[in-house]
């Protein structure tokens, strides 16, 4: 292995040197409790709150909105578990999608053995939902709607303001997924009709285990952890400071540097997409083809394991995914490229690559040969492939 080209960004990123820097100093110098009395915790404090308006102004919100956590899953089951629990005297029903992160939908299965009724909306072929089913799905019990902004696995980008407006105009809270979405596209919590957003720094070149939650200060829910008093009692625990810092860090650079990144990315992702679909047979998109996250490609491969290929990939340095990190242990497809629309076999075919800034032009010509030529071994094994080709010669 001669150089590691990492394409799997999607899972996590590379914290940037200049978080590394800011983060440091609230390791070992202003090392203090913010929530203690003394002046020499004040630095930690400032360094919060700092922290806080950086964040709050990327999206539009005021600070007192933003509240920290340990990351997106713990903010997506504040979000849902903490709504229904404080809006059950209105209503027990939600509304999510199919394909959203399983931060989501196992919240949402856990709900439903404490008496709540979801409903699971069908996505199109791209991965995006249809407006109509969302308001047929709409019943006068529905007290939530939660709908990813983008899908971390096929990266397309959901209709967010126009599920905001339904919502809105039914008296619907409205609760986002915004992890893969944040640093990554422009975000207004009060264009887009918001009430609630989840985001985690380490999808932006910051540390891992901090995350917020957007709460828009009309939403009365309670807490999802009980302790102490910090974040003005929403959400217990001694505040991760350097974890804090870094993610305010990483918002910054990524609002200076997302309309460059995104248009570099969309180019070297379009081309890697183009490439492999033209030089590679019985290859397909998986995904919406515009209304994707810039960094996004995934394509499914049939007649081949999605996990051999990976691990071609990988003995040339390549790192990629066949779906979302946290599931990469399942033997199961993806419930993502099922819910699109494709049969397991194609499923289980599939490859996700995740770029960044720092992957080249080159970079991606060694990762179009390495997939055409490990696609082609792999098949070159495949019995269900030669019996293909034979009878469709």
């Not at 089913?133 to 006068?140: N, S, T």
């Not at 350097?242 to 990144?261: L, N």
């Given at each position: 292995?001669?150089?590691?080209?990492?394409?799997?960004?999607?899972?996590?990123?590379?914290?940037?040197?200049?978080?590394?820097?800011?983060?440091?100093?609230?390791?070992?110098?202003?090392?203090?409790?913010?929530?203690?009395?003394?002046?020499?915790?004040?630095?930690?404090?400032?360094?919060?709150?700092?922290?806080?308006?950086?964040?709050?102004?990327?999206?539009?919100?005021?600070?007192?909105?933003?509240?920290?956590?340990?990351?997106?899953?713990?903010?997506?089951?504040?979000?849902?578990?903490?709504?229904?629990?404080?809006?059950?005297?209105?209503?027990?029903?939600?509304?999510?999608?199919?394909?959203?992160?399983?931060?989501?939908?196992?919240?949402?299965?856990?709900?439903?053995?404490?008496?709540?009724?979801?409903?699971?909306?069908?996505?199109?072929?791209?991965?995006?939902?249809?407006?109509?089913?969302?308001?047929?799905?709409?019943?006068?019990?529905?007290?939530?709607?939660s709908v990813m902004f983008a899908n971390n696995e096929i990266g397309t980008i959901e209709p967010i303001q126009e599920i905001g407006e339904i919502a809105k105009e039914h008296g619907i809270l409205f609760h986002t997924d915004a992890v893969q979405a944040y640093g990554h596209l422009p975000?207004?919590?009060?264009?887009?009709?918001?009430?609630?957003?989840?985001?985690?720094?380490?999808?932006?070149?910051?540390?891992?285990?901090?995350?917020?939650?957007?709460?828009?200060?009309?939403?009365?829910?309670?807490?999802?952890?009980?302790?102490?008093?910090?974040?003005?009692?929403?959400?217990?625990?001694?505040?991760?400071?350097?974890?804090?810092?870094?993610?305010?860090?990483?918002?910054?650079?990524?609002?200076?540097?997302?309309?460059?990144?995104?248009?570099?990315?969309?180019?070297?992702?379009?081309?890697?997409?183009?490439?492999?679909?033209?030089?590679?047979?019985?290859?397909?998109?998986?995904?919406?083809?515009?209304?994707?996250?810039?960094?996004?490609?995934?394509?499914?491969?049939?007649?081949?394991?999605?996990?051999?290929?990976?691990?071609?990939?990988?003995?040339?340095?390549?790192?990629?995914?066949?779906?979302?990190?946290?599931?990469?242990?399942s033997l199961d497809p993806s419930h993502v490229l099922l819910a699109i629309g494709l049969p397991h076999e194609k499923a289980h075919g599939s490859l996700r690559m995740t770029l960044s800034e720092d992957i080249t032009r080159e970079d991606i010509d060694f990762v179009i040969e390495n997939?055409?030529?490990?696609?082609?071994?792999?098949?070159?094994?495949?019995?269900?492939?030669?019996?293909?080709?034979?009878?469709?010669?």
């Amino acid at each position: 292995m001669s150089k590691l080209i990492y394409l799997d960004n999607a899972a996590t990123t590379k914290v940037h040197p200049e978080v590394v820097e800011a983060m440091l100093p609230y390791f070992q110098e202003d090392y203090g409790n913010p929530s203690s009395p003394y002046s020499f915790a004040s630095k930690s404090k400032k360094a919060v709150e700092d922290a806080r308006a950086v964040i709050a102004d990327f999206i539009g919100a005021k600070p007192n909105e933003i509240y920290f956590t340990g990351g997106g899953s713990e903010s997506d089951n504040w979000a849902l578990k903490a709504t229904a629990f404080a809006y059950r005297n209105k209503g027990n029903h939600i509304i999510t999608s199919k394909i959203e992160h399983h931060a989501i939908l196992h919240t949402c299965e856990y709900l439903e053995k404490n008496g709540f009724e979801v409903t699971y909306l069908d996505v199109d072929e791209d991965g995006v939902i249809r407006l109509d089913d969302l308001k047929q799905a709409i019943r006068p019990t529905t007290i939530l709607i939660s709908v990813m902004f983008a899908n971390n696995e096929i990266g397309t980008i959901e209709p967010i303001q126009e599920i905001g407006e339904i919502a809105k105009e039914h008296g619907i809270l409205f609760h986002t997924d915004a992890v893969q979405a944040y640093g990554h596209l422009p975000i207004n919590v009060d264009e887009l009709h918001i009430d609630m957003l989840s985001a985690s720094a380490h999808k932006i070149n910051g540390p891992k285990g901090i995350g917020i939650m957007y709460l828009r200060n009309s939403v009365k829910i309670g807490s999802l952890l009980h302790g102490g008093a910090q974040e003005r009692s929403r959400r217990a625990g001694t505040h991760n400071v350097p974890g804090i810092v870094g993610f305010g860090k990483a918002t910054q650079i990524a609002r200076e540097t997302m309309a460059e990144r995104n248009q570099y990315e969309t180019e070297l992702r379009d081309y890697l997409i183009h490439q492999i679909l033209d030089m590679v047979p019985y290859a397909r998109l998986n995904g919406h083809p515009t209304k994707r996250l810039s960094n996004n490609a995934n394509i499914s491969f049939e007649f081949i394991e999605g996990e051999s290929l990976l691990i071609l990939l990988d003995q040339k340095g390549i790192c990629a995914s066949s779906g979302s990190a946290c599931t990469s242990g399942s033997l199961d497809p993806s419930h993502v490229l099922l819910a699109i629309g494709l049969p397991h076999e194609k499923a289980h075919g599939s490859l996700r690559m995740t770029l960044s800034e720092d992957i080249t032009r080159e970079d991606i010509d060694f990762v179009i040969e390495n997939v055409k030529a490990n696609v082609e071994r792999l098949r070159s094994m495949s019995p269900l492939y030669e019996d293909f080709v034979k009878k469709n010669q």
